[in-house]
């Protein structure tokens, strides 16, 4: 059975960075493309940034370009998401994803696995 915990989430100014974990297990990430997504009150789940099993390819949303940056320690069994300048509009509940393929994917229908999610509040 796989697990995914995600960590790290909580209250923030604006222009502030904070740092998500998200700790596997289960199942070994080594081997699998992994995701984090984000859930806004009265808004459905919408995709942030995707990882390839290596960490050689990565994805991003427009909306965290330049702002966040995806990243894994396969020997961790641990996925990460660097925010910085952070903004109101990416307060939401963030999700990490896993997926059952190598390749890394930006829709929810591409991810098999999923944690239970972490606040994060930006104030203005």
């Known amino acids: 059975q796989v697990r995914l915990v995600e960590s790290g989430g909580g209250l923030v100014q604006a222009g502030g960075s904070m740092r998500l974990s998200c700790a596997a297990s289960g199942r070994t990430v080594s081997g699998y493309g992994m995701g984090w997504f984000r859930q806004a009150p009265g808004k459905e789940r919408e995709f942030v940034a995707a990882?390839?099993?290596?960490?050689?390819?990565?994805y991003y949303a427009d909306s965290v370009k330049g702002r966040f940056a995806i990243s894994r320690n396969n020997a961790e069994n641990t996925l990460y998401l660097q925010m910085n300048d952070l903004k109101p509009e990416d307060t939401a509940v963030y999700y990490c994803a896993q997926r059952s393929y190598s390749g890394p994917s930006i829709t929810e229908r591409g991810y098999d696995y999923w944690g239970q999610g972490t606040q994060v509040t930006v104030s203005s």
């Open positions: 990882i390839s099993k290596s960490g050689g390819s990565t």
